[in-house]
Every structure is written in structure tokens, then in C-alpha cells.
Nanobody, 125 residues
Framework: QVQLVESGGGLVQAGGSLRLSCAAS????????MGWFCQAPGKERVFVAAISRSGGSTSYANSVKGRFTISRDNAKNTVYLQMNSLKPEDTAVYYC?????WGPGISDSDEYDYWGQGTQVTVSS
């Protein structure tokens, strides 16, 4: 089992940047595929990005390609989401999640086994 704690959210102006972090407990962090999802008020949780166990493979939602970068440091049990060129429509609660498998379902929230509590990102226009 793994516990996840996100941090780094906040209020930023459009065009600005934030870096989210997700710290994982336990010694098996490197066994998990890690993902980031976001949920805006009144909307469903949607996929943002995912990274393989080694960090060698990544996947992004089309809406964030070229603006967001997911990375991980297995020595620090942490996954990051660097968010640049932020837009008001990026406003949401951002969650990190852990999954044992890398595959076609990596963008499906139902595939993930563990979730953090979320961190709020608000982008003002």
C-alpha cells in the first residue's frame, strides 16, 4: 500500500507557472506508475499526465501537451508536475495517483489504486 500527499498548489495569474509535488510513503514507490488527474467544480475527474516506473515513458492529455511536464525522483519517492503557461481553464483540484500497470488504460482513473487528497490550483485571468 502507498499513501500519497500532494503539495504546491495555489493561486497564479494566467501565463504563470506552478510545480506540484506528490510525496509517497513506503519503499515500493518505484513499483508504481504515477499519474496526475484534475477535477474542476461540477466536472468529472480527468487525466492530465502519467509516468512509467522508471520515468522513461510519459503520457499527456492533449490539453496540456507542451505546457506541463511530469517527472519523478524514485530516490525521493516523489512525482512532480511542472505546469507552465497556465490558463484559467486549468483551474481545478489536482490529484496524484498510483497504479501498478502501464498500458492503454493509463488515462483511466478507474485503473489507479491509490489517490492523494488533492491540491487546489487556481489560475486568474
Amino acid at each position: 500500500q502507498v499513501q500519497l500527499v500532494e503539495s504546491g498548489g495555489g493561486l497564479v495569474q494566467a501565463g504563470g507557472s506552478l510545480r506540484l509535488s506528490c510525496a509517497a510513503s513506503g519503499s515500493t514507490f518505484g513499483s508504481y506508475v504515477m499519474g496526475w488527474f484534475c477535477q474542476a467544480p461540477g466536472k468529472e475527474r480527468v487525466f492530465v499526465a502519467a509516468i512509467s516506473r522508471s520515468g522513461g515513458s510519459t503520457s499527456y492529455a492533449n490539453s496540456v501537451k507542451g505546457r506541463f511536464t511530469i517527472s519523478r525522483d524514485n530516490a525521493k519517492n516523489t512525482v512532480y508536475l511542472q505546469m507552465n503557461s497556465l490558463k484559467p481553464e486549468d483551474t481545478a483540484v489536482y490529484y496524484c495517483a498510483a497504479d501498478l500497470n502501464w498500458g492503454p488504460g493509463i488515462s483511466d482513473s478507474d485503473e489507479y489504486d491509490y489517490w492523494g487528497q488533492g491540491t487546489q490550483v487556481t489560475v486568474s485571468s
